[in-house]
């Protein structure tokens, strides 16, 4: 073991901590509740509302959230952008931690969680659940690879294997290998919905649906990774990298470009701009999910000022995952709509997603703690 064992002075049992450790608890009962009972008596799904806050929440936005792990290895291993890589470990960790939700709440919401390597031995080569599922695994053990190292800075015996998981030679194919598996499962998450675009509200049907998923996810990445930044650095009491918060804060506005005028210019050729203006519920809906969580932020976040300032970065970079939530939960309940029946999950689905969403951060906060993940950039292979 090396001989550094904690890499913060800060208190890891926290009353936080302990309230992170209680909801977990909780959460992990009730999985057991629903692998016991079943989803009928777990959960409010129905065969007109089969989706509900697992797959909506759990899978979908949680996917997204996640996709901050990409964005930056790309930006620093492909684009050469060194000036992020102090912050690639802390994202990396985030769409480790992530995607291993992501795999528990896909887990629990399958009908027979036990048959869940079907999918593996039984190949459904024609399938957009086959190929999501694929890119799902493997992205999953590509986080991992990229995560291992870290891991072994405590065991000096497998000081060998961390420095080979560390070479450019494991890096790079690494990095490269979870941007096309990124955009396979990002994008197909999306593709899913394509199977019934007459369910959904011409707000959100169009074949365009897998590509604007994939956008978002970007946009959604970039805000998570810049929150998580100012958050760390606000509770383990480090300076903010400020120049780093700036340069995602334009990355944001970027991104925000390229996926609202991807989003407008569908519209317009498919003729359903009036559709925004109409006054109905999914306008309304609409108007909050665009306009106010993607067109404003992108207008703020484009100026300097705004992105130099902590509170209003934060304010924003908020704005842009609210939005990112919504979009799912739009598309969703706008597929399922039609299909007649109410949906409101149950306690067993929300303790679930709570006690998920609490199991992210109390591991998040172990490994920062005990970790190297905010190790000085000069140390970084």
């Known amino acids: 073991m090396t001989s550094q064992s904690r890499y913060h002075s800060t208190r890891f049992f926290t009353p936080s901590t302990w309230v992170l450790l209680l909801l977990l608890i909780i959460g992990a009962g009730a999985a057991l509740y629903r692998l016991g009972a079943g989803l009928g008596p777990a959960t409010n799904l129905s065969d007109g509302n089969p989706w509900g806050l697992w797959i ?176 760390s650095s606000n509770a383990f009491g480090k300076e903010p990298e400020s120049d780093i918060l700036e340069g995602l804060g334009r990355g944001t506005a970027i991104a925000l470009l390229v996926y ?39 207008i703020f976040l484009a100026a300097k000022t705004i992105r130099t300032s902590l509170p209003s970065l934060l304010f924003f970079q908020g704005l842009v995952l609210i939005g990112v939530v919504f979009y799912r939960f739009n598309v969703v309940l706008s597929s399922q709509q039609q299909m007649g029946g109410t949906y409101f999950p149950s306690l067993v689905e929300i303790a679930v997603t709570v006690g998920l969403v609490a199991g992210g951060v109390f591991l998040y906060r172990l490994a920062v703690t005990y970790l190297p993940i905010f190790a000085p950039a000069e140390h970084s292979k």
């Open 56 to 231: 909506t929440f759990d899978v979908l936005t949680g996917v997204a959230l996640a996709a901050g792990g990409f964005t930056i290895t790309c930006a620093v291993y492909i684009l050469n952008w060194k000036k992020y890589k102090p912050i690639t470990r802390a994202a990396t960790l985030t769409a480790f931690l992530g995607y291993l939700l992501v795999m528990i709440g896909l887990f629990l919401d399958i009908g027979k969680p036990w048959s869940f390597w079907h999918a593996w031995v039984f190949w459904q080569p024609h399938s957009v659940m086959f190929e999501i599922v694929v890119c799902l695994t493997l992205y999953f053990l590509v986080l991992l690879l990229e995560f291992l190292p870290w891991l072994l800075t405590k065991f000096s015996s497998l000081s060998k294997l961390q420095r080979i998981l560390e070479s450019k030679a494991v890096i790079f194919p690494l990095v490269i290998a979870g941007i096309m598996l990124s955009y396979g499962h990002q994008s197909s998450l999306g593709g899913l919905f394509l199977i019934t675009p007459d369910r959904l509200h011409p707000l959100w049907s169009t074949p365009m649906l897998h590509n604007l998923f994939f956008l978002s996810a970007i946009c959604a990445g970039l805000a998570m990774v810049s929150i998580e930044t100012m958050l």
């Open 260 to 298: 609202t005028a991807a989003r407008m210019i569908d519209l317009g050729v498919r003729g359903n701009i009036p559709y925004i203006f109409e006054g109905s519920g999914a306008s309304q809906l609409f108007l909050f999910e665009f306009g106010i969580c993607a067109v404003l932020p992108m």
